[in-house]
């Protein structure tokens, strides 16, 4: 039998393959680190390069494209109105309180009244005394001497047949001369009666001299009454419009005179917004130009406005110029001499191109232009740029809507593979 011996060698086992590869990579293992994070690398920097790298793009959008001059300035009434007193008084009460709303024809003081009613007293009875007078002008006076008249009438008559009777007595030589004198003596008696009656009748009758004097007192005494009742009305002083007391100057017990300015009235409506505009600013600004503006208490509720004036000299000073804007609607917080910050719209474009300032290339001088991504790749591409507001620009040729341009900030170059992505 034939017998064969094998022995056996562990180095040239499987199992010692991986124990021997084990400790070389434990033995190595940074160097192995090392040279993974390489590869790593160099893998990422090639997609990179083959894919292009993520960058933030702004697509080419139409909408309006507004300019604007920002000021700030303060809120200020067309006008204020100076109350006073109208008459020399002691202020009974002040019915109002300093920054107060008030309505047309509400009482704000009241002054002492007493002596102005007792003038009214007076004033009422000389208005009954001459309205008698006038009654008895038209009830007594009158048809008494319309009496008069009738009676100086009828002894004119017996006068006028007594004369008669007397004189062709006297021509038939039966009468004396002594009875025609008597007689013609009656007669003019009975005359001069009459003409007197007729005046009285005249004078005491509408048009007539005494009743026009009657009636012309009653008319003063009115006169008098309106204004004595004027003076007492002047007694309580009430506000001329609508609007809020912006300022107060009197207390109860004080004495006032007319002139003095005891409140100060801002009137309700249309409101103005001062503002200093910097002169350089000056050719932007015209009349009618609208305007969006926003108090510094209220900063997120915007209201509009219109250029109303534009000061024709210059603050040499400030190197400013003053411009008024009104607002027709104001909102309910506004107060006077609120701090307000405005926009003023000095040019506009509807519905053109825009895109970012921050994505044109030189865009003062005479060929800007915009990276452009076509084709996977950033190209650049000249353009016509218009209107410059704040952080926007108007394209006038060389992008079309919905191409995206790149901002300057990204740092790629022309021609270099980018992977857009929406800012």
Do not use: C
Request: neutral net charge; without cysteine.
């Amino acid at each position: 039998m034939l017998q064969t011996n094998t022995q056996f060698n562990p180095a040239t086992a499987p199992g010692s393959a991986r124990r021997t590869l084990l400790d070389f990579l434990s033995a190595n293992r940074w160097l192995v680190g090392g040279l993974l994070i390489v590869i790593a690398v160099a893998g990422w920097g090639l997609a990179r390069w083959l894919i292009g790298p993520e960058v933030a793009v702004y697509p080419v959008m139409r909408g309006d494209l507004v300019r604007t001059v920002v000021a700030s300035g303060h809120v200020e009434t067309p006008f204020r109105v100076n109350i006073g007193s109208q008459i020399t008084g002691t202020v009974q009460d002040v019915l109002v309180d300093e920054g107060q709303s008030v309505r047309e024809g509400l009482p704000l003081i009241a002054l002492e009244p007493g002596e102005l009613k007792a003038t009214v007293v007076v004033a009422e009875g000389a208005v009954a005394q001459a309205e008698a007078r006038v009654r008895q002008m038209r009830e007594l006076t009158l048809p008494a001497a319309q009496e008069a008249l009738k009676q100086s009438q009828a002894t004119l008559t017996d006068a006028q047949a007594a004369y008669q009777r007397a004189e062709d007595l006297f021509k038939s030589g039966f009468g004396t001369k002594e009875t025609l004198d008597g007689a013609t003596k009656d007669l003019d008696v009975a005359h001069t009666q009459v003409r007197t009656a007729e005046l009285q009748v005249y004078t005491s009758q509408p048009g007539g001299s005494d009743y026009v004097m009657a009636e012309t007192e009653l008319n003063q005494a009115k006169a008098n009454l309106a204004t004595a009742r004027a003076r007492l009305g002047y007694a309580t002083i009430t506000s001329p419009r609508d609007g809020v007391l912006i300022t107060r100057n009197v207390e109860r017990g004080a004495v006032v005179q007319p002139g003095g300015a005891l409140l100060v009235l801002a009137p309700a409506g249309d409101i103005q917004l001062v503002l200093q505009i910097d002169e350089k600013n000056l050719g932007l600004l015209a009349l009618g130009q609208s305007a969006q503006a926003s108090a510094d208490a209220y900063p997120d509720q915007r209201f509009d406005a219109k250029v109303t004036y534009i000061n024709p000299s210059v603050d040499i000073a400030r190197a400013s110029v003053e411009v008024k804007l009104t607002v027709a609607n104001p909102p309910a917080y506004l107060r006077q001499d609120m701090t307000v910050s405005v926009d003023i719209a000095v040019d506009r474009r509807p519905s053109t191109l825009i895109v970012p300032a921050r994505v044109v290339h030189d865009p003062t001088s005479a060929s800007p232009w915009v990276l452009v991504v076509r084709d996977g790749r950033a190209r650049q591409q000249a353009v016509q740029i218009g209107l410059r507001a704040s952080d926007q620009v108007e394209i006038l040729s060389g992008l079309g809507r919905g191409d995206l341009v790149v901002p300057i900030a990204a740092g790629v170059r022309a021609g270099q593979r980018v992977r857009p992505v929406s800012s």
